[in-house]
T-cell receptor, first 116, second 115 residues
């Protein structure tokens, strides 16, 4: 069985602070994919990143960066110099390689509130 | 722009009155999904279509049905909505690319209210 845990249910920061959202996953598969999605108040889930299990390189995209560590089964997400527009619920998700579709197992989500 | 469209964005129905939510996509993706998301919870997969093959999640109530008449459209039918069915319903699509697994692209969702 697969499981994704986002231990932080809510985080509140002041604008320009850095913030890290934690994600820990469980899977028995050797090949799998990890994702982060952003859900702003409008409701749409916005894809941020996909990482496959064979690629442990960290990635940076503007103010966003991701730290994937297989040894600790973690895929953490850092926002540098946070902005009010970053306020949203962020979901970490896991998908395996064993099905025709792309079944996602979501974590419970972390609500990020960035105050001016 | 290629996208996933859901109509309507807000739907109000009465207890027990059938309701249909619609989703269309211009991405030409093979797979379409329906999720239910209740307040402060993660999206929960109800079912998905891989082309014309329908795949129901084991715990999806019989009250929920789906139709996919063609590649572009997929419908969610709730036969007899109960108060507990009030939620955001999200449609998503994905394309399988060889051995890679593509990400899912989500629509804006339909928020269903049951009176």
């Amino acid at each position: 069985a697969q499981k994704v845990t986002q231990a932080q249910t809510e985080i509140s920061v002041v604008e320009k602070e850095d913030v890290t959202l934690d994600c820990v996953y469980e899977t028995r598969d050797t090949t799998y994919y990890l994702f982060w999605y952003k859900q702003p108040p409008s409701g749409e889930l916005v894809f941020l990143i996909r990482r496959n299990s064979f690629d442990e390189q960290n990635e940076i995209s503007g103010r966003y960066s991701w730290n994937f560590q297989k040894s600790t089964s973690s895929f953490n997400f850092t926002i540098t110099a946070s902005q009010v527009v970053d306020s949203a619920v962020y979901f970490c998700a896991l998908s395996n390689n064993n099905n025709a579709g792309n079944m996602l197992t979501f974590g419970g989500g972390t609500r990020l509130m960035v105050k001016p | 722009d290629a996208m996933v469209i859901q109509n309507p964005r807000y739907q109000v129905t009465q207890f027990g009155k059938p309701v249909t939510l619609s989703c269309s996509q211009t991405l030409n993706h093979n797979v379409m999904y329906w999720y239910q998301q209740k307040s402060s919870q993660a999206p929960k997969l109800l079912f998905h279509y891989y082309d014309k093959d329908f795949n129901n999640e084991a715990d999806t109530p019989d009250n929920f049905q789906s139709r996919r008449p063609n590649t572009s459209f997929c419908f969610l039918d709730i036969r007899s909505p109960g108060l507990g069915d009030a939620a955001m319903y999200l449609c998503a699509t994905s394309r399988e690319i060889g051995s890679r697994r593509g990400e899912q692209f989500f629509g804006p969702g339909t928020r269903l209210t049951v009176l």
